[in-house]
C-alpha cells in the first residue's frame, strides 16, 4: 500500500513557476515508479510526467523542456518544477505511483494523491 499527499497547486500568471510536492509512505520509495497526472475541466485526466524504477523520465510532448520531475529519497517525495506556465496547465494535478511510465506509453499506477489546483491567468 502507497499513500500520496500532493501540494503546491495555486494560482499564477502565464509565464510563472509554480513547484508542485508529494510525499510517499508506507513501501520502498527510492525504486518505486512515480509520476504527475492533470485534469483540465471537461477532458480527460493526462500523463504529465514520469519516473521509472531507474529514475529515466518521461514527459507529456506539451511540457517538455518546461517541466522537470524530480525524486528526492530522504523524503520520500518527488516534485514538479514547471516553468513558462501558459493557461493550457490549467487542471487539477494528481501524483501517482506504482504505474509504468514512458515517453510513448503510460498507464497509471493504484495509487493516487488527492490532487491540487494549477490556475494560470493569461
Known amino acids: 500500500q502507497v499513500y500520496l499527499e500532493d501540494s503546491g497547486g495555486g494560482l499564477v500568471q502565464a509565464g510563472g513557476s509554480l513547484r508542485l510536492s508529494c510525499t510517499a509512505s508506507?513501501?520502498?520509495?527510492?525504486?518505486?515508479?512515480m509520476a504527475w497526472f492533470r485534469q483540465a475541466p471537461g477532458k480527460e485526466r493526462e500523463f504529465v510526467a514520469g519516473l521509472n524504477w531507474s529514475d529515466r523520465t518521461s514527459y507529456l510532448d506539451s511540457v517538455r523542456g518546461r517541466f522537470t520531475i524530480i525524486r528526492d529519497n530522504p523524503n520520500k517525495a518527488i516534485y514538479l518544477q514547471m516553468d513558462n506556465l501558459t493557461t493550457e496547465d490549467t487542471g487539477v494535478y494528481y501524483c501517482?505511483?506504482?504505474?509504468?511510465?514512458?515517453?510513448?506509453?503510460?498507464?497509471?499506477?493504484?495509487?493516487w494523491g488527492k490532487g491540487t489546483q494549477v490556475t494560470v491567468s493569461s
Open positions: 508506507g513501501r520502498t520509495f527510492s525504486s518505486l515508479p
Open positions: 501517482n505511483a506504482a504505474g509504468y511510465y514512458s515517453d510513448y506509453t503510460s498507464s497509471a499506477g493504484d495509487y
